[in-house]
């Protein structure tokens, strides 16, 4: 059974730092460019952050220079952290494991909510 954990998210003041984290199975990470994406009130699903296997990255404009995607193959875990964070980032954040010549999976969400 595939499962993506998502955990680390709550309440931030702006200019704040919170980590997320996504726990996968271990059958898909090794096979999977990871991702995170978000969505605020309202608006639809939007990319924040993606991974390949290999570690190669890419962001969103709105998040570049202050988020930063990594993920720990050992672990099957992968992560996000976020720095000097702003109201505009409030929004539900979601893991996405996209298999290599295969399906995509996405993990329940954890609610990231920024204080002014």
């Known amino acids: 059974q595939v499962q993506l954990v998502e955990s680390g998210g709550g309440l931030v003041q702006a200019g704040g730092s919170l980590r997320l984290s996504c726990a996968a199975s271990?059958?898909?990470?090794?096979?999977?460019?990871m991702g995170w994406y978000r969505q605020a009130p309202g608006k639809q699903r939007e990319l924040v952050a993606t991974?390949?296997?290999?570690?190669?990255?890419n962001y969103a404009d709105s998040v570049k220079g202050r988020f930063t995607i990594s993920r720990d193959n050992a672990e099957s875990t992968l992560y996000l952290q976020r720095n000097n964070l702003k109201p505009e980032d409030k929004a539900v954040y979601y893991c996405?494991?996209?298999?290599?010549?295969?399906?995509?999976?996405w993990g329940q969400g954890t609610q990231v909510t920024v204080s002014s």
């Open positions: 996405n494991a996209n298999v290599w010549l295969g399906p995509t999976y």
């Open positions: 271990r059958n898909i990470f090794s096979m999977s460019a």
């Open positions: 991974i390949t296997r290999g570690g190669s990255t």
